[in-house]
């Protein structure tokens, strides 16, 4: 398997906080998450990694702690302090996220084309969703 492919993205543990900190834990996982795939599409490359070593690692080791970050955002939206427009925007790309890697995942297993192509398209529509985000 890949170098460093065994780590887990970041978890989210602890009691839910606010919107502002259960944001800076999804950026956590987030990131965590990024850095696993780079990883793991380098193995793939390289030819080190096996599609199901990679399909089984982003199950396992990404999809996990981002389901948890997402459904602890979901859990704060309802706070009367909450900004609910900034948390919604966050939880409806991190599904498209989650929705895409799912999609992949059976994808991949099945091998099923149809499926991969519209875990690219729920990769881009994220892509986009982050540089709006972002005002770029």
């Known amino acids: 398997m890949a170098s460093g492919s065994h780590q887990k993205a970041t978890n989210c543990p602890g009691p839910a906080l606010d919107g502002e900190g259960e944001l800076r834990r999804f950026l956590m996982v987030e990131r965590g998450a990024g850095e696993i795939e780079t990883r793991l599409i380098r193995g ?4 080190s990694l096996s599609d199901a070593e990679f399909v089984d690692t982003i199950e396992r080791k990404v999809l996990p702690p981002w ?17 609910r427009e900034g948390l919604a925007k966050v939880i409806k790309y991190a599904k498209c996220r989650e929705d ?7 994808g991949a297993r099945e091998r099923n084309p149809e ?14 969703m982050a540089r709006e985000f972002s005002g770029q």
């Open 44 to 47: 793939m490359r390289e030819g």
């Open 115 to 128: 499926k991969v192509r519209q875990a690219d398209e729920k990769r881009e529509a994220a892509q986009q």
């Open 100 to 106: 895409g890697r799912w999609l992949l995942v059976q």
């Open 67 to 83: 389901t948890e970050c997402r459904k602890r955002i979901e859990s704060v939206i309802t706070q009367s302090n909450a900004n």
